[in-house]
Structures are given as C-alpha cells and as structure tokens.
C-alpha cells in the first residue's frame, strides 16, 4: 500500500458546525502532515508530527485542532471556521532521517464553509 | 529560512516537444533535498523527480530530467516529448536534512499547458 486516504473528499460545513478531517497510511511512516492550499497557491504547511507526537505547528489558528491517534492515522478537527479557511486541505506522509524520499500526499479534503 | 523561485507562472508547450521549467532556491545549508511535484486537476501531490544536493549527477526519470546548479542554486526541470497528460501545476520543492521531520518548502508553482 503506497497511498495516502483522505476523507472526506469534499465537505461543505457552517461557520457553528464541527466537523474532522481524517487521513490514514499503511507506509510505515512515521512522520505527517497537514498543508492548507488555496487556488493556483502553493501548500503551506499547518502542523507536523513525528512518532505521533506535534513537532512543527505553524502558528494555526486554534480552531484547527490536530490529532495523532496512531501511527497511521491523522485527523484535523475544525470547529467555528471561517469562510476565509475555505481552502484544499491536504495530508502527507514521509519516512523520517531519509529526507530523500519527499512525502506521499493524499488527494485532499475540500473544504467550503458557509 | 529557505526560499524557493518560480519565475514562470505559466509555460505551453506543444505534444512531444521539449520545455524547460525553472526554479531558483536561496539556502545557507550545504545539504538538502529538491523535488519537482506535479499536481494536475484532480488534485493529488505527485512526486516527479528528486534530486540529492550531495550528488552532483543530475537526476533523470524516464522523460523528465532535471539541471542541477548547486553554485547557482537553480534546479530547472525538463520535459521531453511532452504529453497531453502532462499538463499541469508543477512545483518545486526544497527540504532541509535538519529535523527529524522537516518541512517541504514550495515555489509558487508553474501552470503548464500541453496543446496539440
């Protein structure tokens, strides 16, 4: 297994709802991440963890809630967002100590709040 | 901090010809990893080609290759015989040996068109 499963694929949610992000891997990797991507921008980087613990949070807004259950399993709970967090929320995965092999992205979540 | 340049926001090429995409990096560090991602419309992150700084060799895959200037901190990717599958938002990316975990940092990306 070489992928990376987000889901769900899209969600639409209002700015009371909580809602969560999951995203799983069965690599064996034990670092991943969160990115946030608006259209025809690059991804940014929210958090990273590494052996399930937060390593790297990029001054996110506490409304975005990362969680590490296992090893293999990555959530990001959302919860009074705003329109303006309306974006492409994508996970990735990599190896730790071989930066060679980049990351393993998944497909993305799309994300509109109304 | 690391930057990474992507001068060309979009490029056109037609089927089977060759372009060139470009990318500059500014960095301190004399060791690190550079990727050019490929992410066409359906959304996924698709690793192209990688490149180890340590390495003086320029990495080729199949019809994608890439010029390698360490002392000019420019790493330019190449398409032969371009595809219509082609098409799409490329990326170049810049990673730290630093940390365990460390970060992927992108250009702004170039659009590149694929016509007949």
């Known amino acids: 297994d070489t992928e990376v499963t987000q889901t769900p694929k899209h969600l639409v949610m209002g700015m009371t709802n909580k809602k969560s992000l999951k995203c799983e891997q069965h690599?064996?990797?034990?670092?991943m991440y969160w990115y946030k991507q608006k259209a025809k921008k690059p991804p940014e980087l929210m958090f990273v963890?590494?052996?399930?613990?937060?390593?790297i949070n990029e001054s996110v807004p506490s409304r975005f809630s990362p969680e590490c259950p296992n090893s293999s399993l990555l959530n990001l709970h959302l919860h009074a967002l705003q329109p303006e967090d309306s974006a492409l929320y994508l996970c990735?995965?990599?190896?730790?100590?071989?930066?060679?092999?980049?990351?393993?992205f998944g497909s993305g979540t799309r994300l509109t709040v109304v | 901090a690391q930057t990474v340049t992507q001068s060309q926001p979009e490029m056109s090429v037609q089927e089977a010809e060759t372009v060139t995409l470009s990318c500059t990096y500014d960095?301190?560090?004399?060791?690190?990893?550079l990727f050019w991602y490929k992410q066409p419309p359906s959304r996924q992150m698709i690793l192209v080609i990688r490149?180890?700084?340590?390495?003086?060799q320029n990495a080729t895959e199949n019809r994608f290759s890439v010029n390698f200037q360490k002392a000019a901190k420019s790493f330019s990717l190449k398409i032969s015989d371009s595809q219509l599958g082609d098409a799409a938002m490329y990326f170049c990316?810049?990673?730290?040996?630093?940390?365990?975990?460390?970060?992927?940092?992108f250009g702004t990306g170039t659009r590149l068109q694929v016509t007949l």
């Open positions: 963890y590494s052996y399930e613990k937060l390593s």
């Open positions: 960095t301190s560090e004399s060791d690190y990893y």
């Open positions: 990735a995965s990599s190896q730790l100590w071989t930066g060679n092999y980049g990351y393993t």
């Open positions: 690599m064996g990797h034990r670092a």
């Open positions: 990316a810049y990673r730290s040996l630093t940390g365990t975990a460390s970060k992927l940092t």
């Open positions: 490149q180890e700084a340590y390495k003086q």
